[in-house]
């Protein structure tokens, strides 16, 4: 049997058992009979659509022969792009990666490929079928390696998009591979790269990083913003006013967890008032709101974080108003009451029910990605923990140990996970048979956790 026959050879084994003319399985497959005689004769090859349509009426799953089809159709040098396109969309759709892989392998030698493959990945991108279009920025960025082009930073913008999923290590991995890339990007898009680094950086807590990006973020966008006209064929994501009052945000943050508080309230002032902001059109309008709503949120935040408890009533109020900042509030509450030793029980019966609903808030994200919202749930209940544990009120401390633990495992939380089991060793002694048993389960994972980790493993 020749390398072009192996599907043919089943298409003609199907029609043989049916009993089938060449005639009725063209006409049931919709296919022109002359173009199928052609294709039976090996005149002709096979089109993508052809054989989903023949796959169909054999009554198999469709994509049934695509590893043959790779092997039979596209070997020649430069297989034509015409096949290869509807290929990789309908292995894209189902999820057939591997047979991504190998058509890639294919075609990467042909630099000329690199454009057309880089073409489809966006249109991958844009349709969210993020694994199939992670695949070919990946190979079109290594074919590209050594070249100072804006497609191959392109690719390493969208593969850190992609990426940022619940493993912090692995997210600040693929954060440190894109920054080097940020300044080969069109302006424009290295503003929205910059947001979400800073962003990224933010949620893994690496306070000097988020500062660095921020001064960059907020060079960027004052000129573009006060200096230069806009190229009205290339704007950015959202209205370009953001991305400075972005700047100032993340500044603000890095300020209030450096405990600089003046200083944090000078930058939430900075984009609290937004009258320098020259445009007035509702997507505008709706931005201002936004960061005025944010602007008031911090001051609170920072203001606690500071001592002042006098705010704590006012802050309450505003916290149950706003649901989706309610588990981030609540954070910064119970951390600035293991900081400075004042009671919230009261609080904390107020707010039971949200603390219950965080693990369906986790799935849901919302504002904030879930990454965020995971990050802030493990601290949330380690200080809840440590709170309880001061009390000695050990049974609660550790249902909220154990939850806190258990969060940090699944995104990696390396930090999280070391003031865990840390906590864990030193209270040990305040637990009952039952929940010792749990812990030492957990503990177990972090050990085999670590077993397979690429990273140094957590000293416990």
Same mark, same amino acid.
């Given at each position: ?46 089109? !993508? ?18 590893? @043959? ?44 490929? +690199? ?16 694994? +199939? ?48 890339? !940020? ?61 400075? +009052? ?50 008031? @949120? ?37 951390? +600035? ?48 923990? !440590? ?74």
């Amino acid at each position: 049997m020749t390398s072009t026959t192996t599907i043919l050879a089943k298409v003609s084994e199907y029609m043989k058992e049916k009993s089938l003319t060449l005639s009725q399985f063209a006409r049931d497959s919709d296919i022109n009979p002359g173009t199928f005689s052609s294709i039976l004769k090996g005149v002709r090859l096979l089109t !993508v659509d052809q054989l989903d349509r023949i796959t169909e009426l054999m009554d198999l799953p469709k994509g049934h022969y695509y590893e @043959a089809y790779i092997k039979e159709h596209l070997q020649e040098i430069n297989p034509d792009w015409r096949r290869v396109y509807p290929l990789l969309n309908s292995c894209a759709e189902l999820r057939k990666l591997d047979s991504i892989r190998k058509v890639v392998a294919l075609l990467l030698d042909n630099l000329l490929y +690199a454009p057309l493959l880089f073409e489809l990945a966006e249109e991958l991108f844009a349709k969210r079928m993020h694994e +199939a279009a992670e695949v070919l920025y990946e190979n079109v960025a290594l074919s590209e390696r050594r070249q100072h082009s804006e497609r191959l930073a392109l690719c390493h913008y969208r593969l850190f998009t992609i990426r940022q999923r619940t493993n912090h290590e692995l997210n600040y991995q693929s954060a440190i591979q894109f920054e080097p890339f !940020v300044e080969r990007l069109d302006e424009m898009d290295q503003l929205d790269a910059l947001k979400d680094l800073a962003h990224s950086y933010r949620a893994l807590r690496h306070w000097d990083k988020v500062d660095k990006i921020a001064s960059m973020l907020e060079t960027k966008a004052s000129i573009l913003y006060f200096k230069r006209e806009i190229n009205p064929t290339k704007k950015p994501s959202r209205p370009l006013f953001t991305y400075l +009052a972005s700047s100032y945000l993340f500044h603000g943050t890095v300020c209030e967890v450096r405990g600089e508080y003046d200083r944090a309230l000078y930058y939430i002032d900075l984009y609290a008032d937004l009258n320098w902001v020259k445009e007035t059109d509702n997507e505008v309008q709706y931005w201002k709101t936004l960061f005025s709503d944010w602007a008031r @949120a911090n001051t609170f935040v920072t203001r606690l974080g500071s001592g002042d408890i006098s705010i704590l009533p006012e802050y309450v109020s505003y916290l149950e108003s706003q649901k989706a900042e309610i588990h981030v509030g609540m954070l910064n509450i119970v951390e +600035a009451a293991n900081r400075f030793g004042f009671n919230i029980d009261a609080l904390l019966m107020r707010l039971d029910t949200d603390i219950k609903n965080i693990s369906d808030d986790i799935k849901a994200a919302g504002v904030y990605s879930s990454q965020f919202v995971s990050e802030r749930s493990a601290r949330l209940f380690h200080e809840l923990a !440590v709170y309880y544990i001061n009390k000695s009120e050990y049974p609660i401390a550790f249902h909220y140990l154990e939850g806190s633990l258990t969060i940090s495992l699944n995104i990696n939380q390396k930090s999280c996970i070391i003031k865990c089991v840390g906590l864990y060793e030193i209270y040990r002694e305040h637990l009952d048979e039952k929940s010792l048993l749990k812990f030492q389960k957990l503990i177990k994972e972090v050990y085999e956790h670590e077993k397979k980790s690429y990273l140094h493993p957590v000293s416990v």
